[in-house]
């Protein structure tokens, strides 16, 4: 097929209503050799050359567009709000531009709802920008426009004026705001007057400051993630029966307690700590036995580990530590540290699945076990339902787990009997995350139970890589000193505009934005029209461009919008955290997972049509009563600043929520559906 017919072939699937898939490109486009279709990644392409682009989306990095980490505009953009992800493509080899590429987008908008009008607007943003260095936002203020830069030198022009702020640090006695004098372009310094800016000067001026230890020994800003995860031949200290131990682990003033085992002298915790390397921290991390009695609890040894030794080891797994003050005893560990700038990053995510197990141990007399498997991964915990009276369960249960950078190294399963009071244990078993990484799956897996008689748990895991996602991956230093540079550059901002309000009062301060980029050169963003559009994508020619993002001047369109339940599974009485996420692909989602609040999906998405940048009403029927939750607003850039709480006080015994959106209380339901969740509510949680 020419080329040249491929825009005739677009239109002919447009009229036929059918949604763009890999079936249906390969059935039109059988003859085209070079064409791919990735639905999750919400990307695709056609083209008649040999070259093969690398898509990535782009969620908190660098791009020509938008800063989703604070909100902000390019002001290139010339008033279109973007209506998608941000893509970037990468391609190989030479002549990368030669011949015809079309590209396939994923977008958030309702096409069905859209008006003529509002459907003639919609453009893809491109561009071919290369260089990020000099990259400027907006965002509109009560005096005109604020522009920001990732940059650490920061250019302002305005008409008739130009002026530059060198690119220094402002130090602890400096710290001072910045007026310009338009005769003599001279900075000069002076008091600050505003207590916030002070505040937040010093805040950065403490993260950049060496840390240092009591023996001065410098530490790297980051986390160290301890796992201890079982003692061996615990000392014996009463004359009856054996100790019940647990292990604490401190690290200055933070502090981690495992569970206590009951009568056990080998006894196995798997209890992580997840320490912040802080300034004038200790050096050293604290690992104390106990016998939990009534009363006091005895100590049963301890024993100590330097975080220079972690550092310089990159990594401990499985390494025996013994205890001191003690006759006997010694502790199993795995401790790594995570420098600041990587304790979010995304590795993968591991789907596992407990099948079943087998000749499980019988310890009481007159019946089986009630066993149930608790899995560990840090502080993200799931638990099995219990089979009643077998020593061969079925559980069939799977779960899927992130690993970021600061996940523990090994996913432990620990088989329990369910009972009155405390559960015994029958046994455990650990899976080697960095094994599975490099098998990428493992299938029906039998693995002997340790610390216990008998038993076997049969086990499958599947390990997906993370999307290979742009970061910012700038020095604390230099964002440091960019955060101050635009502390001083937005008061030079104030200041002109009040100036020339007074001077014009009836009219809006006018800027000239110029976006300085590569080479010196001014670029404009392309805003082309797209060859066809459905439901879910945009189809779109490459040309020469690289950077693609969906988008209309029109505020308020109607998206497809995600209704998407998450819990903190670290929080035994945690609440449901519902949000509203543009629909398409798992990159929202993923976005909240790590945004660092703990949270975990627990249930399915919701769909529905919102417009976007509008509040709406999230109204809850439960215990016989109507409860209004707060608003909902679903926008298509900028972090996640709505959602709303399900409490455990609205649980009822049931595996859903129910939930009506109204755009005021007296307004008809604009949408109506349960939202369904993984599990049962807890109601003891209430």
């Avoid at 039109?28 to 070079?34: G, Y």
């Avoid at 220094?168 to 310094?189: D, G, L, M, T």
């Avoid at 080891?313 to 990587?342: D, M, Q, R, T, Y």
Wanted: some cysteine; proline content about 5%.
């Amino acid at each position: 097929m020419d080329p040249g017919e491929w825009n005739q072939t677009f239109s002919q699937i447009q009229r036929k209503g059918v949604l763009l898939n890999e079936n249906v490109l390969k059935e039109n486009f059988h003859d085209v050799v070079n064409k791919a279709f990735d639905k999750e990644m919400g990307f695709g392409y056609i083209s008649d050359n040999g070259y093969k682009p690398r898509a990535r989306v782009i969620l908190q990095g660098k791009n020509p567009f938008i800063d989703n980490h604070t909100g902000l505009l390019s002001p290139v953009m010339e008033g279109h709000l973007p209506y998608s992800q941000v893509y970037h493509l990468a391609w190989g080899g030479d002549n990368m531009d030669a011949g015809t590429t079309y590209c396939i987008l994923r977008h958030f908008l309702h096409v069905p709802s859209l008006s003529g009008e509002e459907l003639e607007s919609i453009k893809v943003a491109a561009c071919s920008l290369e260089n990020m260095d000099s990259i400027k936002y907006k965002a509109e203020g009560e005096n005109g426009i604020i522009e920001k830069k990732f940059s650490i030198k920061e250019e302002v022009k305005e008409e008739n004026y130009s002026s530059t702020v060198r690119n220094e640090i402002v130090s602890e006695e400096q710290k001072a705001s910045v007026s310009f004098s338009e005769n003599e372009n001279q900075v000069e310094r002076k008091p600050l007057q505003k207590k916030s800016t002070q505040m937040l000067l010093e805040q950065m001026n403490q993260i950049v400051r060496p840390m240092a230890n009591a023996t001065g020994e410098s530490l790297e800003p980051g986390q160290v993630v301890v796992t201890v995860h079982k003692a061996s031949d615990i000392e014996k200290k009463g004359l009856v029966g054996k100790a019940d131990p647990y292990v604490v682990l401190t690290y200055g003033t933070q502090r981690e307690k495992s569970g206590t085992v009951d009568n056990n002298h080998n006894p196995v915790w798997h209890v992580t700590g997840y320490f912040d390397v802080e300034e004038n921290s200790t050096s050293e991390i604290t690992f104390e036995v106990f016998d939990e009695d009534v009363g006091k609890d005895d100590t049963l040894g301890k024993a100590t580990i330097n975080i220079q030794d972690i550092l310089e080891a990159s990594e401990f797994v499985n390494k025996w530590i013994p205890l001191e003050n003690c006759k006997s005893g010694k502790i199993l560990i795995s401790a790594k540290f995570v420098p600041l700038k990587k304790i979010k990053r995304a590795v993968g995510e591991i789907t596992l699945t407990v099948h079943k197990a087998k000749k499980i141990e019988k310890k009481k007399m007159m019946k089986k076990a009630d066993p149930y498997v608790l899995i560990k991964l840090g502080k993200d915990q799931h638990k099995t339902k219990t089979v009643n009276n077998s020593q061969n369960p079925t559980w069939n249960y799977e779960v899927e787990l992130e690993i970021t950078e600061a996940s523990p190294r090994q996913i432990s399963f620990e088989v329990f009997d369910d009972d009155i009071g405390n559960d015994a244990t029958l046994g455990n078993v650990t899976l080697e995350i960095d094994t599975l990484m490099q098998k990428q799956k493992v299938e029906n897996q039998w693995s002997q139970l340790e610390n216990c008689k008998s038993g076997q748990l049969l086990i499958s895991a599947k390990f997906t890589p993370s999307p290979v996602v742009e970061e910012i991956e700038a020095d604390i230093n230099n964002t440091v000193m960019s955060v101050k540079k635009e502390i001083i550059t937005e008061q030079f901002e104030e200041k002109k505009a009040v100036k020339e309000s007074m001077e014009e009062p009836s009219s809006v301060v006018k800027k000239i934005s110029q976006c300085n980029l590569e080479n010196g050169r001014s670029h404009s963003i392309e805003f082309v029209d797209p060859i066809y559009a459905d439901d879910q994508f945009v189809v779109v020619e490459k040309k020469a461009n690289n950077w693609f993002m969906v988008a209309s001047p029109h505020q308020n369109l109607p998206i497809n919008v995600n209704l998407v339940p998450f819990k903190q599974p670290s929080e035994p009485n945690s609440p449901i955290f519902i949000y509203p996420l543009p629909k398409g692909g798992f990159h929202n989602i993923k976005r909240v997972v790590h945004s660092g609040k703990g949270l975990k999906k627990c249930g399915y998405e919701k769909d529905c049509v919102l417009r976007a940048g509008e509040p709406y009403q999230f109204w809850t029927d439960t215990q016989g009563k109507n409860f209004n939750l707060g608003n909902l607003k679903t926008e298509t850039f900028g972090p996640d600043k709505s959602w709303v709480v399900y409490k455990p006080e609205y649980f009822e015994s049931q595996d859903y929520i129910e939930a009506t959106l109204r755009q005021s209380e007296q307004a008809e339901p604009l949408f109506s559906g349960p939202i369904s969740l993984y599990d049962t509510l807890n109601v003891e949680a209430a």
